[in-house]
């Protein structure tokens, strides 16, 4: 048993950090440039990239330690960090070596890691009760609108107003299935309080932690400030909301995981 451990441990470091640093290496090969210590944007962007690495490796260790219920809630976290650290080095050379917003690469990974961050809301209430498919796909829907929306926009395929627009609808449908919808209803009504805890605490962060991205969106596009002004500060606030939104995302559900496993323990 203790050597099975062992090894599940050791093999999920030896594949986080082949598969990371693998992508590293592709991305920096694709570009010469070297950081400046003035580049506070790249600063950023590396700063992210070995945050998402470190993070990766935890939510893949600690699925050892809780139970089996919720492996697949730990998991989900350390892939949408580990989706995030491979486009971050991406994103990060683009940034050095052309100075330009790496949009699609940026896109590329919240069409992958939003839609995964939505579905935790599912997985931590089907830990603990039978959970309508419904609940599933209402978030995926306001998701995708979402994204599209604000990839329209930040592309140039739409006026970036009515882009804006369009993701903030999506947003919004996405606040009222969690906090007035089914998937609030069932966490209200049979959730015991840890995952009450855990899914309010989710619901802050969706509310509170993803207005950083529309606060990006208008000081990249709205100020009226140069290219390079707008471009440094809608991708600095980009990268913090990424922090907050996909680290601190899954230390909730790491916390409530490991607080379930061993109360169960204790009966």
């Given at each position: 048993?203790?050597?099975?451990?062992?090894?599940?441990?050791?093999?999920?470091?030896?594949?986080?950090?082949v598969?990371?640093?693998?992508?590293?290496?592709q991305?920096?090969?694709?570009s010469?440039?070297?950081?400046?210590?003035?580049?506070?944007?790249?600063?950023?962007?590396?700063?992210?990239?070995?945050?998402l690495?470190?993070?990766?490796?935890?939510?893949?260790?600690?699925?050892?330690?809780?139970?089996?219920k919720?492996?697949?809630s730990?998991?989900?976290?350390?892939?949408?960090?580990?989706?995030?650290?491979?486009?971050?080095?991406?994103?990060?050379?683009?940034?050095?070596?052309?100075?330009e917003?790496?949009?699609?690469?940026?896109?590329?990974?919240?069409?992958?890691?939003?839609?995964?961050?939505?579905?935790?809301?599912?997985?931590i209430?089907?830990?603990?009760?039978?959970?309508?498919?419904?609940?599933?796909?209402?978030?995926?829907?306001?998701?995708?609108?979402?994204?599209?929306?604000?990839?329209?926009?930040?592309a140039?395929?739409?006026?970036?107003?009515?882009?804006?627009?369009?993701g903030?609808?999506?947003?919004?449908?996405?606040?009222?299935?969690?906090?007035?919808?089914?998937?609030?209803?069932?966490?209200?009504?049979?959730?015991?309080?840890?995952?009450?805890?855990?899914?309010?605490?989710?619901?802050?962060?969706?509310?509170?932690?993803?207005?950083?991205?529309p606060?990006?969106?208008?000081?990249?596009?709205?100020?009226?400030?140069?290219?390079?002004d707008?471009a440094?500060?809608?991708?600095?606030?980009?990268?913090?909301?990424?922090?907050?939104?996909?680290?601190?995302?899954?230390?909730?559900?790491?916390?409530?995981?490991?607080?379930?496993?061993?109360?169960?323990?204790?009966?």
């Open positions: 048993m203790m050597f099975n451990r062992i090894w599940s441990k050791a093999t999920a470091i030896a594949t986080s950090g598969m990371v640093a693998s992508a590293s290496t991305a920096s090969a694709a010469s440039a070297v950081l400046k210590p003035d580049d506070f944007v790249g600063i950023s962007f590396w700063l992210i990239s070995m945050a690495i470190a993070s990766t490796v935890f939510f893949f260790l600690e699925r050892d330690r809780v139970s089996a919720w492996k697949t730990l998991t989900v976290s350390g892939l949408v960090t580990l989706v995030a650290a491979v486009h971050y080095f991406y994103m990060r050379d683009v940034w050095v070596a052309t100075g917003t790496p949009t699609v690469f940026r896109y590329i990974d919240w069409l992958i890691t939003v839609p995964l961050l939505m579905i935790e809301f599912y997985l209430l089907s830990a603990i009760t039978k959970v309508p498919v419904g609940v599933f796909w209402r978030l995926m829907i306001g998701t995708l609108v979402m994204l599209i929306g604000g990839y329209l926009g930040e140039g395929y739409m006026a970036v107003l009515p882009a804006f627009i369009i903030m609808l999506g947003w919004a449908y996405i606040l009222y299935e969690i906090f007035m919808g089914q998937a609030s209803k069932i966490n209200a009504e049979k959730a015991p309080p840890s995952v009450q805890s855990a899914f309010k605490t989710m619901r802050l962060i969706v509310t509170f932690g993803w207005a950083i991205y606060i990006g969106y208008f000081f990249g596009y709205f100020t009226g400030s140069s290219p390079t707008s440094n500060a809608l991708n600095i606030i980009y990268n913090l909301a990424d922090v907050l939104n996909k680290i601190a995302f899954g230390l909730i559900i790491w916390t409530v995981a490991v607080s379930e496993t061993e109360s169960q323990a204790k009966k």
